[in-house]
């Protein structure tokens, strides 16, 4: 299992916002982008999971059941800024809809909703509106959406914004379980996650585009 971009290119409005992006992972391996604010880190992972169209280049996953490639948004997660949520259905509505919806890719056995709230560090909430929880338990939520279906890759913007320590942990255990088991992760952040077997990759944005930063 694999997942490779080539020389990937994206525009914003008039502006290119990167060149030449490549990099390549391999089962278990994670890609963590870091830069500063408007550095195109967001537009990158939009990219691979297939919100946006680059302006060129190709993103190419491999997975283990077909020799054919597919693109990466059709077997990743997405966990972007917002946590893709309805405020007034209860935290089991919610997670049972992400998990009809997204079913499972591949055979892999998916914890309950109750289990998945549990990994999170929210036991008992379940029968709550979305809507009632606070910040950081909203994006903890957001987060069992990752457990409850599985995919092979965990594409997270900016995954422990309104976060305490102890989710900062739960989080970067709940990633390295993940990996552990042959995921491939792609993150944005401005704070250290602590991942094993992870590339950096600093982005500079339009203004590195200029000074030919990417080549
Ligand atoms: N919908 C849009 N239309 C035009 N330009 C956009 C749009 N969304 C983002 N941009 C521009 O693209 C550039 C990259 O934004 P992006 O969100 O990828 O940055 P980022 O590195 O993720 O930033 P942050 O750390 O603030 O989340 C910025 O200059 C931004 O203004």
Known sequence: MHLTAENLAARRGEDFIFLNISFHLAAGEALVLTGKNGSGKSTLLRVVAGL????KGT????????REGRHPGEVSHYLGHRNAMKNELTVAENLDFWRTFLGSAGSVATPSVEDATD??????????????????????IAF???????????ILDEPTAALDASADRLFADLITTHQAKGGIVLAATHQPLGLRSAQELEMTGFSGVDAGVWG
């Open 52 to 55: 946006l169209r680059p302006e």
């Open 59 to 66: 993103v190419i996953f491999h997975g283990e059941e077909s």
């Open 119 to 140: 990994a999170v560090g929210l036991s008992g909430v379940t029968h709550l509106p979305f809507g009632y929880l606070s910040a950081g338990q909203q994006r903890r």
């Open 144 to 154: 069992a959406k990752l457990l409850v279906a599985h995919r092979p890759i965990w």
